[in-house]
Structure formats: structure tokens, C-alpha cells
């Protein structure tokens, strides 16, 4: 199949997820031109220092013009803002996508802005860290992982399949799903783990009875992985916690019932419940790394055989 390329990219947003795209586009020749545009100036100049993109605009709107994809990557609550900033000036025929945590939320946002003339394909890549930032990036962050796009119904098949295609040449294995759906699975496979481990890290911060430098001395008995993930853009989570209401509160409903059967099986020394449990999950992380998603190595692999400073925070 032949490879997109498109005439010109606008990234509109350069943290961790637009400066790693700037670089595998970069890398893999997706473009002509890179433009980038960013909120702070201070970014923006950041951005030009490592030379991430062609063009570096002030005003979304300037980067966006002419540009055949326009990828969105800012926290899920700006995603309006920017549909507005962008939508006037957009070019009839381009695809417009972002990389938002929750997709519901950013439809609602932006396909009522954004004017009919363009594809827009809502897409969000399972890949991150916990760091932010345009010195954040790097090209293979997608190497392996999950691309999730949303289409809408009135999605052009074309339109999509240049967009899949991209996000295959970036690395990625490319699923389609419908919004809700996908916020569903995000909010237990992601959303839930990120508010356990902020809970647990506030919970061991406000302890009297065991002192801070003893939580940091013995953390690597289980608490220093709740740390990484509770180390997340704090941004970016207020954000998908406010977008993904729904499903997150579902969700939580559901995992405060099974932590009070799992107090309930400790009180009662109810050894078989959790042995039983135990065995079970065990069984789960051992498909995730059949799968690919994770490797079996110390340090749960993090720093070590899928990237330098690839972790699996999404
Ligand atoms: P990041 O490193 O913090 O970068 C955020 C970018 O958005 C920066 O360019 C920032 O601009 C801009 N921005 C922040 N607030 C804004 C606002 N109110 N209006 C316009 N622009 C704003 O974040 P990231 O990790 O790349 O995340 C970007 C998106 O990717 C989010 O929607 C997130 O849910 C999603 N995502 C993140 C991960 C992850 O693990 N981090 C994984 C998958 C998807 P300035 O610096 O100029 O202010």
C-alpha cells in the first residue's frame, strides 16, 4: 500500500504527545512541512530550540492553514477552545484528529465547531509516560502500541484509512471503536489505576504514624510504582477525570465494592477468597505480557527492554 505523505502536518499542542509525533514524523518522512503551534511562548521556543517542526506559529490558526493533517494535543478540557481557534481557517478536505484520553467528551467539544468541509477522526494513541513537556518526546513512543480511532458515523472510509495508515508508519497497531465504548475500557484499563495510585501516594503522605522518609527508604516493595503513575501531569488527569465522569464513576462504584469484599475476606481470615483472587490476576498480567504490552524483566521492564524511558502510563 502506498505510504501517506502529507504536504503539511500542523501539530497544535508540543508536549509529550505532539513533540513525540514531530519526531517519528520527522523520522519516518510522514510530511513536507511541520507546523507547530502552542499555547506559552515560552514552549513554542522550546520547540524551535530542538527544531521539532518547519514553521512555529503563536496562533493555532496560522499553523492549521493549508495543512492536510492537523493533529490536536493539548488536555482534553482545551480541545473546544482549540476546534474554535482552528475551525475558520481550516482546508476543505483535511483531516483533523487529536490524541485526547477521552473521546466522548472531545467529540461534544469539537465536531460541533469544526466545519463539514474537513474529516474529523477523533484518535487517541495507548502510549505515554509520565513526563510532559517538548524535551519529553521521543520518536518510538508509539513502537507496539494501541492506536484507538473513534469514528464518527458519517466518517469517509478514505479519510480513515490515510489516517490508520499514518498512525501504522508512527509505529502503532491501530484499533476502531466506537466513543463510549472506549471511554468504558479506558476508565478500567487506565483512568481507575491512575485515581488508585493518587489516592494510595496522598494516603501515605498524610500518614502520622510512618514517617516520609520511611515510605521513600522501603518504597520498593510495591509503592514506588503507584509513585510513577501518581507522578502524571496533574493537568492532564484533572481534565480526563472531568471528561470521563461517567465511566470513571461507574467504574470506581464497582471497584469500592470489590475492596470492601476483599476487607471483608481479610477480617473473616478468608484465606481461600484470596488466595483464589490472587491466582486469578496473576493470570492476567501473565496475557498482558504474552500479548506484548509489557515484558517480563525487573522493574516491571520499565526502564529497560521496550525503550529507555518508555513506560505504559496510558
Ligand atoms: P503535555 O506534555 O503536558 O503537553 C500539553 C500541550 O498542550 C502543550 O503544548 C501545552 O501548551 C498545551 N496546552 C496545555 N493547556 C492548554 C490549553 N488550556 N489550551 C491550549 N493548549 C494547552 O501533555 P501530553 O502528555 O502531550 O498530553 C496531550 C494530550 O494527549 C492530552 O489530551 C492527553 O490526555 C493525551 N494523552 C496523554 C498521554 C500521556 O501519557 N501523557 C498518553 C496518551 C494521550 P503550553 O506548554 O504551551 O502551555
Known amino acids: ?5 502529507f504536504e503539511k502536518i500542523a501539530l497544535i499542542g508540543i508536549g509529550l504527545i505532539g513533540s513525540s509525533l514531530a519526531r517519528v514524523i520527522r523520522r519516518e518522512d510522514l510530511a513536507q512541512s511541520i507546523a507547530i503551534s502552542t499555547r506559552r511562548p515560552e514552549t513554542l521556543a522550546r520547540a524551535r530550540e530542538l527544531r521539532l517542526g ?28 482549540v476546534a474554535e481557534a482552528i475551525s475558520d481557517v481550516l482546508k476543505p478536505g483535511a483531516i ?35 513526563h510532559s513537556g517538548p524535551d519529553a518526546g521521543f520518536a518510538d513512543l508509539f513502537d507496539g502500541r494501541w ?32 466513543a463510549e465504548h472506549h471511554d468504558m475500557v479506558l476508565a478500567i484499563v487506565s483512568h481507575l489505576p491512575h485515581l488508585i495510585a493518587y489516592n ?22 510495591g509503592f514506588r510504582d503507584f509513585t510513577r503513575l501518581a507522578a502524571s501531569d496533574p493537568t492532564m488527569w484533572r ?6 465522569r461517567d465511566a470513571i464513576l461507574e467504574m470506581l462504584a464497582r471497584f469500592s465494592e470489590d475492596l470492601s469484599a476483599l476487607q471483608r475476606a481479610i477480617r473473616w481470615g478468608d484465606g481461600e477468597k484470596l488466595f483464589d483472587l ?30 529507555p524511558q518508555k513506560s505504559d502510563v496510558e
Not at 105 to 127: C, K, T, W, Y
Request: glycine share 6%.
Open 1 to 5: 500500500m502506498p505510504v501517506p505523505k
Open 54 to 81: 518547519d514553521e512555529y506559529h503563536a496562533r493555532a490558526g496560522d499553523a492549521v492553514a493549508d495543512a492536510d493533517l492537523v493533529i490536536v494535543s493539548v488536555p482534553v478540557g482545551a480541545s473546544g477552545q
Open 96 to 130: 483533523v484528529t487529536d490524541v485526547g484520553s477521552t473521546k466522548a467528551s472531545v467529540i461534544r467539544q469539537m465536531a460541533p465547531v469544526l466545519p463539514e468541509s474537513v474529516h474529523f477522526i477523533p484518535g487517541h494513541p495507548i502510549a505515554g509516560t509520565e
Open 147 to 178: 492506536c484507538i480511532l473513534t469514528p464518527l458515523p458519517a466518517t469517509d472510509e478514505k479519510a480513515l484509512q490515510n489516517l490508520t495508515q499514518f498512525w501504522e508508519r508512527c509505529g502503532s497497531k491501530v484499533d476502531t471503536m466506537g
Open 200 to 221: 494510595i501516594v496522598g494516603t501515605a503522605d498524610d500518614l502520622e504514624t510512618v514517617t516520609k522518609s520511611e515510605v521513600i527508604k522501603y518504597s520498593a516493595s
Open 239 to 244: 481534565d480526563v477525570c472531568l471528561h470521563n
Open 278 to 307: 490472587f491466582t486469578r490476576t496473576r493470570a492476567i498480567r501473565r496475557s498482558i505480557i504474552e500479548a506484548g504490552q509489557e515484558v517480563d524483566a525487573p522493574n516491571f521492564g520499565r526502564h529497560a527492554a521496550l525503550h
